[in-house]
């Protein structure tokens, strides 16, 4: 099985043209592989592209689509937007806490899951949202909370 450290070096292959504007796509090619951008990414891409690694640091963490720690399998993402915080997204996110005892950006010991809590998800006439791995669930409940985590453990257990 290939190291990070090998797909890291089999991304950077398939971008040979050394241009700045490679920057994005590389990224994403490496979260998409990865699951995140470790730090040793950050360096090589900055190496591969002639930048320093604070400016490729400082692009990556201007866009909320990259992030820099493992998620876990089954990503939650909750939106925390005025409509979705009105209609509950706190007391969905208190659940969480409590079912997962992981808050923003944490993933559980397992790795399992991760939390993620944005500012919109573009849904705000079904808010509260989250997604689970990009599958929406509108107008979610506590109580409907509960059942999404339980069947995704279920289906983990299978």
Known sequence: M????????????RFPQI??????PILQAVQDELGY?????IARIGTH???PSSKVFG???FYNQFTFSPVGKYHITVCNGSACH?????ALLGEIRKILDIGDGETTRDRLFSLEVQS???ACGNAPVMAVNGTYYPGVTVKR???IINQYREDEAR
């Open 2 to 13: 290939p190291t990070q450290s090998d797909r890291i070096g089999e991304i950077l292959r």
């Open 19 to 24: 241009k700045r504007n490679a920057l994005i």
């Open 37 to 41: 951008i470790p730090e040793e990414a």
């Open 49 to 51: 592209l002639s930048l």
């Open 59 to 61: 692009l990556a963490t």
């Open 86 to 90: 009105l209609d509950g997204s706190g």
């Open 120 to 122: 919109c998800l573009g």
């Open 145 to 147: 909370l509960r059942e």
